[in-house]
């Protein structure tokens, strides 16, 4: 009886064994084991919305993840709502982000930076533009420099929602290069880009910065002017305006998003994303979507994006002191 005893306990610790070593989520091999979340950090509609239900539909349709995803909006505070929801769930929730979880730290509005979660992928970006009034006598974008090296102020320049943000930025750096004195910029704030090419479409401003979408279909139409972009090279269909490199600035200013995962993820799951993502901005229906939207695809890995968010605080910091907004 006691030899049977041994042989049957025996075969209880193998299997025991057995289950410890493969089986529950932490098995990194596995995963994943759950549904997937992803955050927008915004009401339904607009920009990360937009990005987040794209990609739930392309994972989906392309069976790139086999498990059930959920998009969940989480508004608030300029993303900080949703990413604070994700600073404690685990690596099958992700989020949408963008530079604000960069400048949002930097002006004092969130205590959270990119170094409190997993960057993940750098996706797409919209370029940013500088339009006139078609009947301007400014022709491109060193015009309007020129003028404001010699009188900062004599420029009423339209940026929406508020200081600090990309529009704003991507001409202070402009400025700056040319050597004008950015703290004396006359910036007259609005609401929306539509509010923008209103004021701008009014003679209500001299100068407006705002994202291409924004200015493209007025531009093509000839009721405003688009003088200059932040693209490393021209845009499609708008060969017509320079970049500000063939103009002589060197500048190249993206409005890109991206993703991001919670803290602490580990290796195995990292590569997961790497691989998964990578899949996805190479498919079909993401390139259609990357046109219908007037955006272009600037995909970084994780590795990348970490290198990429440590450069673009550096100048985020840089802009915003020569701009005199932090100390």
């Known amino acids: 009886m006691n030899k049977y005893l041994f042989s049957l306990l025996l075969v209880i610790a193998v299997v025991l064994t057995a289950c410890s070593d493969t089986g529950g989520s932490d ?20 920009g990360w919305d937009g990005t987040a239900r794209a990609m739930q539909k392309i994972f989906d349709d392309e069976n790139i993840i086999e498990k059930n995803m959920n998009v969940v909006n989480k508004p608030g505070g300029g993303g900080e ?34 170094k409190d979660f997993t960057p ?31 009188d900062p102020t004599s420029l009423k320049i339209a940026v929406a929602p508020s200081l600090g943000n990309n529009d704003h930025l991507a001409f202070v750096q402009a400025a700056k290069e040319y050597g004008v004195d950015v703290t004396q910029l006359e910036f007259m704030i609005y609401e929306s880009g539509g509010d923008v090419v209103t004021a701008l479409l009014g003679d209500h401003v001299d100068v407006a910065t705002m994202s291409v979408s924004e200015a493209k279909e007025q531009h093509l139409a000839g009721k405003l002017k688009m003088v200059a972009v932040g693209s490393n090279e021209p845009i499609e269909g708008l060969e017509d305006v320079q970049t500000w490199k063939e103009q002589g600035i060197d500048l190249e200013f993206p409005h890109w998003r991206g993703v991001m995962g919670p803290p602490d993820m580990s290796e195995e799951e ?22 219908n939207n007037e955006w272009e ?31």
Do not use: C, R
């Not at 709502?81 to 930097?106: E, M, P, R």
């Not at 500088?130 to 060193?142: C, H, T």
């Not at 997961?272 to 901005?281: A, G, R």
């Not at 229906?285 to 046109?291: D, M, R, S």
């Open 120 to 150: 993940l992928a750098i996706l797409t970006t919209e370029w940013i533009s500088v339009a006139v009034a078609p009947d301007s006598e400014f022709d491109n974008g060193i015009d309007i420099l020129e003028q404001l090296k010699e």
């Open 270 to 291: 990292i590569a997961y994303w790497d691989e998964t993502i990578s899949t996805l901005v190479e498919t079909e229906a993401w390139q259609e979507l990357l046109v």
């Open 297 to 327: 695809s600037y995909y970084m890995n994780s590795e990348e994006a970490t290198e990429f968010l440590e450069e673009q605080t550096e100048n985020y910091n840089q802009l915003l002191k020569d701009a005199g907004l932090i100390d």
């Open 81 to 114: 709502v949703g990413w604070q929801y994700l600073k404690d769930q685990d690596a099958h929730t992700f989020a949408i982000n963008s530079s604000l979880v960069i400048t949002n730290n930097l002006l004092g509005q969130s205590d959270l930076t990119y």
């Open 27 to 46: 098995d990194a091999s596995e995963f994943p084991t759950d549904n997937i979340e992803i955050v927008a950090p915004a009401s339904p509609g607009g």
